[in-house]
């Protein structure tokens, strides 16, 4: 299957600062990519979807301006947490996928820890 | 609203036996479903994916069914072994929402004793 890359892996972070998390799609272009957030022993939350050249879409409860998205190309979308806080910490996912009825492949994920 | 849900949320079997995952939506008004593999702090590994306009997908010693009309997905799990220890989730892409994001159940942890 197709490869989404997510990086870094893990990242340790103080209060206050920011943190950007990448995501690309190796081997295809991804027209539209999704961001989610995983707590401990729960789903997956999705957080926003970004279309490229466009303003992602947040979901309901999440904060635009301190989750930044940006999808600058059909490869790369990234995520910002900006001004980092201890609730923050979690572990967060990307996915891409084509189109509507296509598989969806998922990043390795980001263990986030804001200390 | 879709919801999906997984049962049941934990399963513990001995190497060699085969078990079912259960998995249920309440809108049937989906582009297809996907089974989901996560070991502990990692991503997600695709297992399978099912249209809404198929009845099942095999992969090795995987098997998913899906009925759509009665909102129902299965993942049958042949000749468990340790390594299929991880959690399953299962995910479905709406037709009726913006968008075309999945959304998931909160999946089933499986552990396979040696």
């Known amino acids: 299957g197709a490869v989404v890359s997510q990086h870094p892996s893990w990242v340790i972070c103080k209060s206050g600062t920011s943190v950007k998390i990448e995501c690309r799609s190796l081997?295809?272009?991804?027209?539209?990519m999704f961001w989610y957030r995983q707590f401990p022993k729960q789903s997956l939350m999705l957080m926003a979807t970004s279309n490229e050249g466009s303003k992602a879409t947040y979901e309901q409860g999440v904060e635009k301006d301190k989750f930044l998205i940006n999808h600058a190309s059909l490869t790369l979308s990234t995520l910002t947490v900006t001004s980092a806080h201890p609730e923050d910490s979690s572990f967060y996912i990307c996915s891409a996928r084509v189109g509507h009825n296509t598989e969806a492949f998922f990043g390795q994920g980001t263990r986030l820890t804001v200390v | 609203k879709q919801e999906v849900t997984q049962i049941p949320a934990a399963l513990s079997v001995p190497e060699g036996e085969n078990l079912v995952l259960n998995c249920s939506f309440t809108?049937?008004?989906?582009?297809?479903l996907q089974w989901f593999r996560q070991d502990p702090g990692k991503g997600l590994t695709s297992l399978l994916l099912i249209q809404s306009s198929q009845r099942e997908q095999t992969s090795g010693r995987l098997n998913a069914s899906l009925d759509k009309s009665s909102g129902r997905s299965t993942l049958y799990i042949a000749a468990s072994q340790p390594g299929d220890s991880a959690t399953y989730l299962c995910a479905v892409s709406p037709q009726n929402q913006a968008g075309t994001a999945l959304i998931f159940g909160k999946g089933t942890t499986l552990s396979v004793s040696s």
């Open positions: 809108d049937s008004a989906i582009y297809n």
């Open positions: 081997d295809f272009q991804a027209t539209t």
